[in-house]
């Protein structure tokens, strides 16, 4: 069974938001961010990608406890990209969205860049182009 956050209790019952909900939205979040090539999970999800299964929480690991929301996200930037600069505004992005569909408080998200990817040669003659 999923980790869940409590949200907050109703007159008719609670309301809890799955991990893996505030992963996805992270991981939206986060790939609509100029720079960021992918997120990139661990080994099984490797392992799922040869089988094609789809996981929108690939590459972000959430810990919940009290309300709060630590994230951890693993990106691939692209080569030339001013890596600070982005990992700021992923951290931003990712806060914002999270407090705002949630009403979950994010106390930290945090940054690991994995991997830097360079353009392709079709990338390249389009953008000489």
Avoid: P, R, W
Wanted: glycine residues 6%; aromatic residues 2%.
């Amino acid at each position: 069974m999923s980790e869940t956050s409590k949200l907050k209790e109703l007159q008719h019952g609670d309301v809890k938001i799955a991990n893996e909900v505030v992963a996805t939205i992270a991981n939206i979040a986060t790939a609509e961010i100029a720079g960021v090539v992918q997120l990139k999970g661990g080994i099984a999800s490797d392992i799922a990608d040869v089988f094609g299964v789809k996981n929108n929480a690939k590459g972000v690991k959430v810990n919940a406890e009290d309300g709060t929301i630590i994230l951890n996200l693993s990106v691939v930037v692209a080569y030339g990209t001013k890596i600070q600069e982005m990992a700021e505004l992923i951290q931003c992005k990712v806060k914002e969205n999270i407090e705002v569909m949630t009403d979950l408080n994010v106390e930290a998200v945090n940054v690991h860049v994995v991997g830097v990817k360079m353009k392709s040669a079709a990338e390249l003659d389009q953008s000489n182009e």
